[in-house]
């Protein structure tokens, strides 16, 4: 629903007010320089997204709710912000400023750690900013390129948070999930980062490091050559191998096996050189009840969740069960072709 308008000023009067209740999720802001009040919900996981022009964003900061600013790539719009609102937080307050009319939109939804039935259609989210060091992750790509399912957030949420407390090391960086409108990351400025990664399903995090921190880096020596199963011009990166290092094997096998003992992950993809301590990493855990034996089972070579990719010699890719889901905005350009 689009909030009315009528108690608008004009765009030249500086730091007028604008506010969306609980209950509306679009708001157009003119021209100008704005001081936006937001309703929102105490718990829920709720997303703000700036469309308009892309050279259109002068200013965007999120007030008031404990919350740290997104992330900037380029300065462009679309600009999203995404949190679980603190339990003593009604408002959230944003300070913009534009070049043109924008659309300011609202999304929320209450937490939700159950996989959606095939045909549910769930609106993607971003993947909030955390609040404290023991949430276990950081974002390391503009929350643009970090929209989710919901019950994706809740799940890794939970997953970041119990691997944080079990092992207290560093935060985990999260890299890129889905763009804003449903597509693969980067889409929008015509310089895509994946072949996959579209409805909010694949993320891509670091591989933990026993050197933090632990955010995404190469840890082999990698092989770079022709790709054999693709067109000239494109090449595959695999780790040369006995060169893994700092490769935290234990943590990482914590927390997918804690994903795959939720029976919530489709695939984990990874550079083989990883693939044999991992496993054995699993079996340790299992055999001192940290994790169940049938997670550890899923992270064996013989288990069909883990796979060989090229290229997966600085991040693992998790991709979770149940559908794609719908984008909060349309797309405004067609699809590019795949890049590697």
């Not at 829920?44 to 892309?54: C, D, I, R």
């Not at 693992?316 to 909060?328: I, M, S, Y």
């Amino acid at each position: 629903m689009l909030a009315p308008l009528a108690a608008l000023t004009t765009a030249a009067d500086a730091s007028a007010s604008l506010r969306l209740v609980n209950g509306e999720h679009e708001l157009a802001v003119p021209a100008g320089e704005w001081r936006v009040e937001v309703e929102v919900e105490p718990g829920a996981l709720t997303t703000v997204l700036l469309v308009g022009e892309p050279e259109g964003l002068l200013h965007f900061a999120v007030k008031d709710a404990r919350v740290y600013d997104a992330l900037e790539e380029d300065g462009r719009l679309p600009r999203a912000a995404s949190l679980i609102v603190p339990p003593d937080v009604r408002e959230v307050g944003l300070s913009l400023e534009v070049s043109c009319d924008v659309r300011l939109l609202v999304r929320r939804a209450a937490p939700r750690a159950t996989l959606p039935r095939e045909g549910e259609a769930v609106e993607l989210l971003g993947m909030p900013s955390p609040l404290v060091r023991d949430d276990g992750y950081l974002l390391e790509r503009p929350n643009r390129y970090q929209f989710a399912r919901p019950d994706v957030v809740a799940f890794l949420r939970e997953g970041f948070r119990d691997t944080r407390a079990r092992f207290r090391r560093d935060p985990i960086g999260i890299i890129d999930i889905t763009q804003w409108d449903g597509r693969r990351p980067a889409l929008d400025v015509g310089n895509p980062r994946h072949v996959s990664h579209d409805g909010g399903r694949d993320v891509d995090i670091a591989i933990p490091s026993t050197v933090e921190p632990s955010l995404q880096r190469d840890h082999c020596d990698k092989i770079v050559s022709p790709d054999p199963r693709r067109s000239a011009g494109h090449f595959t990166s695999v780790c040369r191998k006995g060169t893994a290092r700092a490769f935290d094997a234990t943590r990482l096998a914590y927390l997918v096996g804690k994903l795959a003992a939720r029976r919530v992950l489709d695939r984990v993809f990874l550079d083989e050189e990883f693939l044999e301590p991992l496993a054995k990493a699993a079996d340790r855990l299992a055999r001192h009840h940290v994790i169940p034996k049938h997670a550890a089972a899923a992270l064996q070579p013989e288990g069909g969740v883990m796979k060989h990719l090229p290229w997966h010699t600085d991040h693992v890719h998790l991709r979770f069960l149940g559908p794609k889901g719908k984008a909060p905005v349309a797309a405004t350009s067609p699809d590019a072709p795949d890049e590697p």
